[in-house]
């Protein structure tokens, strides 16, 4: 089993409707959650980072953690065709050796 | 906005040929990282260096790639011999401090190996 797993769609949905973007992991001692979008041929830009379980928002976007199913979401209200690009959730441990571990991607569409 | 700069953004090699990728991170940014992204998948750390020193290497494939950071700024990533399994984004990203709170990346260089 992989240490982060996301499903890495495509996702195809409406404008205006709300997105819901998913991840599970696997090992306990992950501590900080974060979500990466990604236009095609660029590199991951940061959206939200939490370290706590519950909810985080910043704009369209929510960022939820439950730490106790392993699972966290990113929910983009009222969703535009500029919000179509990859969506990477990415996690740490926080130690010296915090390197992130990824998600595989879930490509997102938005049709106008 | 400062950015993390990486050339060449596009590199196309033949097997057996030497490659080498340069980072330039934000200014003042102690923290810096290789990830590689393979098409499809999400990137993996390939070397993290705090200043000048490598913190974790364990993921780098040591008998073709070699990673330096000399005077603690800016980065070189060299792959010899190059591999067609090789071909990918290589990432390049640094962080002031708490690297827990996310960093930020480079635009990448598309590395295509024939």
């Known amino acids: 089993q992989k240490e982060v797993e996301q499903d890495p769609g495509p996702l195809s949905v409406p404008e205006g409707a709300i997105v819901s973007l998913n991840c599970t992991y696997s090992?306990?001692?992950?501590?900080?959650f974060m979500w990466y979008r990604q236009y095609s041929r660029k590199g991951p830009e940061l959206l939200m980072y939490t370290y706590s379980s519950g909810n985080k928002e910043d704009g369209r976007f929510t960022a939820q953690v439950d730490k106790s199913s392993k699972y966290i979401s990113l929910f983009i209200r009222d969703s535009q065709p500029s919000d179509s690009a990859t969506y990477l959730c990415a996690i740490n441990s926080g130690g010296g050796a915090d390197g992130l571990t990824f998600g595989k991607g879930t490509h997102l569409i938005i049709q106008p | 906005e400062a950015e993390v700069a990486q050339s060449p953004r596009y590199k196309i090699t033949e097997e057996s040929q030497a490659v080498a990728f340069w980072c330039d991170p934000i200014?003042?940014?102690?923290?810096l990282y290789w990830y590689r992204q393979i098409l499809g998948q999400g990137p993996e750390l390939l070397v993290q260096?705090?200043?000048?020193?490598?913190?974790?290497d364990s993921q780098l494939p040591k008998d073709r790639f070699s990673a330096e950071r000399l005077k603690g700024v800016d980065s070189t990533l060299k792959i010899q011999p190059a591999e067609l399994g090789d071909s990918a984004m290589y990432l390049c990203?640094?962080?002031?401090?708490?690297?827990?709170?996310?960093?930020?990346f480079g635009s990448g260089t598309r590395l295509t190996v024939v």
């Open positions: 200014s003042g940014h102690a923290t």
């Open positions: 260096f705090q200043d000048e020193s490598v913190v974790d």
């Open positions: 090992n306990s001692a992950f501590q900080y």
């Open positions: 990203a640094s962080s002031a401090g708490q690297a827990s709170l996310g960093y930020t």
